[in-house]
């Protein structure tokens, strides 16, 4: 049996990548990995919550009010980020507007975090797996002042670590510093992530497409060519892939890095950007896939060089396996 190697240990031992290394992002993402497994704990206890001890909005037996898991994850890693003393803001998915930190020590800090706190909103009541996903940012403001809007507005290639947890069969942090991707598995019987999947790449290729094809008469043209591609057995594997699609982004994305596949949820008619936010979905999660050897588009260009606009702009997203990415955009063209 090999040593087990926790997060904590792995962060410090990498801490040396970084030059001008000052531990601050280190602590950073070690207050993620926290927060992450109190969110862990209540996703566990969520069916719970719902049929036994009240459902959410309701008020439980002790008398207090139930709040919606995905309310209770952002206030917790708000929390982390607001105590830890490294980042001067924040921007959630959850929130309208982004959050600038006022206390003296956060106004120091040195990064801003953008996050979707617990992504797969559909299936947090119906009992299937869930994420949180995260992007963080050197601050581009003076240090000492307030986070500003500047600061969240970076285009994706300016990430310095991005990451999701994904709170499945069981609970895993997966996250880049730039330097490769890493997993780690929460032990819950001593409550540590341990690196289990280290150095992941994505395969090449894979035969598993992932997308609502409830919507597929209202894409791109493009789309259907690709779709019908995927059922052929003219294409690459010949014979058809398997359609998988969790409509939890964190879940489908990690299986696809793991086995090789694509993501795509594009634009239609009625949605022409898609669904997925760039700033708290796309963004992370295409660091992520390009680290690991993948490739993250809008079916025409890079996500990563995109200059966000707004806070919540949503765009066509298509990421996983390079082949398999760049073979649906030659179908888009
Ligand atoms: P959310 O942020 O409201 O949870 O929406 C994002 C989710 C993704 O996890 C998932 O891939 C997609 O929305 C599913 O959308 P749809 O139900 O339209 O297929
Ligand atoms: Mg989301």
């Given at each position: 049996?090999?040593?087990?190697?926790?997060?904590?240990?792995?962060?410090?031992?990498?801490?040396?990548?970084?030059?001008?290394?000052?531990?601050?992002?280190?602590?950073?993402?070690?207050?993620?990995?926290?927060?992450?497994?109190?969110?862990?704990?209540?996703?566990?206890?969520?069916?719970?919550?719902?049929?036994?001890?009240?459902?959410?909005?309701?008020?439980?037996?002790?008398?207090?009010?139930?709040?919606?898991?995905?309310?209770?994850?952002?206030?917790?890693?708000?929390?982390?980020?607001?105590?830890?003393?490294?980042?001067?803001?924040?921007?959630?998915?959850?929130?309208?507007?982004?959050?600038?930190?006022?206390?003296?020590?956060?106004?120091?800090?040195?990064?801003?975090?953008?996050?979707?706190?617990?992504?797969?909103?559909?299936?947090?009541?119906?009992?299937?797996?869930?994420?949180?996903?995260?992007?963080?940012?050197?601050?581009?403001?003076?240090?000492?002042?307030?986070?500003?809007?500047?600061?969240?507005?970076?285009?994706?290639?300016?990430?310095?670590?991005?990451?999701?947890?994904?709170?499945?069969?069981?609970?895993?942090?997966?996250?880049?510093?730039?330097?490769?991707?890493?997993?780690?598995?929460?032990?819950?019987?001593?409550?540590?992530?341990?690196?289990?999947?280290?150095?992941?790449?994505?395969?090449?290729?894979?035969?598993?497409?992932?997308?609502?094809?409830?919507?597929?008469?209202?894409?791109?043209?493009?789309?259907?060519?690709?779709?019908?591609?995927?059922?052929?057995?003219?294409?690459?594997?010949?014979?058809?892939?398997?359609?998988?699609?969790?409509?939890?982004?964190?879940?489908?994305?990690?299986?696809?890095?793991?086995?090789?596949?694509?993501?795509?949820?594009?634009?239609?008619?009625?949605?022409?950007?898609?669904?997925?936010?760039?700033?708290?979905?796309?963004?992370?999660?295409?660091?992520?896939?390009?680290?690991?050897?993948?490739?993250?588009?809008?079916?025409?260009?890079?996500?990563?060089?995109?200059?966000?606009?707004?806070?919540?702009?949503?765009?066509?997203?298509?990421?996983?396996?390079?082949?398999m990415v760049e073979k649906a955009m030659s179908l888009m063209q």
């Amino acid at each position: 049996m090999s040593k087990v190697v926790t997060l904590n240990e792995f962060i410090l031992d990498r801490q040396a990548e970084f030059p001008f290394a000052s531990g601050e992002l280190s602590r950073l993402l070690s207050d993620i990995a926290v927060a992450a497994k109190i969110v862990s704990r209540d996703v566990r206890k969520a069916g719970l919550v719902d049929h036994i001890l009240g459902a959410h909005g309701n008020t439980n037996v002790q008398g207090e009010e139930q709040q919606k898991l995905d309310v209770v994850a952002d206030e917790q890693f708000i929390k982390a980020f607001e105590n830890g003393g490294e980042v001067c803001g924040i921007a959630s998915e959850e929130n309208d507007d982004y959050v600038a930190f006022t206390s003296e020590a956060a106004k120091k800090g040195k990064y801003v975090v953008l996050f979707d706190p617990l992504d797969g909103s559909s299936n947090i009541d119906v009992n299937v797996s869930i994420g949180t996903i995260f992007s963080i940012y050197r601050r581009t403001s003076d240090l000492g002042s307030e986070a500003t809007l500047e600061d969240m507005l970076q285009a994706g290639d300016k990430q310095i670590a991005a990451g999701y947890v994904l709170y499945g069969s069981s609970t895993m942090l997966v996250y880049t510093t730039g330097c490769g991707v890493n997993g780690f598995t929460l032990d819950p019987s001593i409550g540590e992530f341990c690196l289990s999947h280290p150095n992941m790449k994505m395969p090449e290729t894979g035969r598993i497409y992932a997308m609502n094809e409830g919507n597929i008469d209202i894409c791109n043209p493009g789309i259907k060519d690709y779709v019908k591609y995927c059922q052929s057995f003219e294409n690459d594997k010949g014979a058809p892939y398997s359609g998988r699609y969790i409509g939890s982004l964190v879940a489908d994305f990690h299986r696809n890095m793991i086995k090789g596949g694509i993501y795509i949820y594009p634009g239609t008619t009625t949605s022409p950007e898609g669904k997925l936010r760039l700033l708290y979905e796309c963004n992370p999660l295409a660091f992520i896939a390009e680290q690991a050897g993948g490739l993250a588009t809008t079916g025409f260009d890079r996500i990563l060089t995109i200059k966000p606009e707004r806070l919540h702009q949503r765009v066509p997203f298509f990421v996983g396996s390079k082949k398999m990415v760049e073979k649906a955009m030659s179908l888009m063209q």
